[in-house]
């Protein structure tokens, strides 16, 4: 859904592409035919179009208002597994590693990286609030890469971790967050040392940050905010237990409950 709450986007997996009108009742504004099975679909604001991409190996970015379609990249050479939109590119991963980088506005290949490894999740900075611009990429080893893209070169790797990444972000400063199935959760700054470890006894499965917060969402449901500094914990939503102090919670533990209440057991 867009920030102005007006138009909503769907995908499915028949591949069709749809764009609803909120606020006039679920009016449809326009469809469009994708290749192959839909796996993501998101809004891209500020040049206001939709990104899609299916199991075809085809990324396509779509008008928002029209539905027409603006262009498709093509170079991808196996199945695509994740896509992300910067706020000036595309970028989006195949299984077995491959990166490919290119112009939102027209599609473009920029430029593509080769890996030794699975992709098993990818996060890229905001271009819009930084200088510069990174993506960092999490394989199944258990490594992460990480990459300059403005200067299209590696920067450096993270490999403390001992099972596959599952769950990966990157702040506002250029550190990067990762998670893994070792239940471990890692800040690593923009030189590539390690700033904090927080332990848990679940596998991450989600990770976001806001302000000096860090959130991370485990796959037994629970939910961790962090500080964003030094890893110390603030608190954890289960979704499921009272208060067992009786007492009113703290405001912003009530708000984030609340927030929370529609998940499923899985946080993702």
């Given amino acids: ?8 986007v769907t995908g499915d997996v ?3 592409v749809r764009c609803w009108k909120v606020g006039e009742g679920g009016e449809l504004a326009w469809q469009g035919i994708a290749f192959g099975r839909l796996v993501e679909v998101e809004i891209c604001e500020n040049i206001e179009a939709v990104l899609s991409c299916g199991d075809s190996k085809v990324v396509q970015m779509w008008d928002l208002g029209s539905g027409e379609q603006r262009w498709d990249s093509e170079h991808a050479k196996v199945e695509i597994e ?10 989006y991963s195949c299984h077995f590693g491959n990166i490919y980088y290119v112009d939102a506005s027209n599609g473009e290949l920029k430029w593509k990286t080769e890996a030794e490894d699975p992709i098993g999740c990818m996060a890229v900075s905001e271009s819009t609030k930084s200088d510069s611009n990174i993506v960092a990429l999490g394989y199944e080893s258990g ?7 403005a200067n299209e070169k590696f920067l450096f790797r993270i490999s403390s971790h001992h099972r596959e990444i599952t769950a990966l972000c990157v702040t506002e400063t250029l550190s990067v967050i990762t998670g893994a199935n070792d ?28 302000g000096d917060l ?3 969402g485990y796959r037994n ?4 905010c962090l500080n964003i500094h030094d890893g110390s ?5 289960d979704g499921e237990e009272e208060n067992d102090s009786g007492n009113a919670e703290d405001e912003e533990v009530a708000t984030a409950r609340a927030g929370l209440a529609h998940l499923p057991s899985a946080v993702t």
Avoid: M
């Avoid at 959760?185 to 499965?205: D, F, I, M, N």
């Avoid at 449901?221 to 961790?224: D, L, Q, V, Y």
């Avoid at 914990?233 to 939503?237: A, D, F, G, H, M």
């Fill in 221 to 224: 449901g629970e939910c961790h």
């Fill in 82 to 91: 994740t896509v992300e939109y910067d706020g000036e590119n595309v970028i």
């Fill in 14 to 16: 028949g591949g069709v």
């Fill in 183 to 210: 239940f471990d959760v890692k800040c690593t700054g923009k030189s590539g040392s390690e700033l904090w470890t927080y332990r848990s006894k679940a596998q991450p499965t989600a990770l976001l940050t806001s």
């Fill in 233 to 237: 914990q603030k608190w954890i939503l």
């Fill in 143 to 149: 490594i992460v890469n990480v990459f300059d893209l």
């Fill in 214 to 216: 860090v959130v991370a």
């Fill in 1 to 8: 859904i867009d920030l102005n709450d007006t138009r909503c």
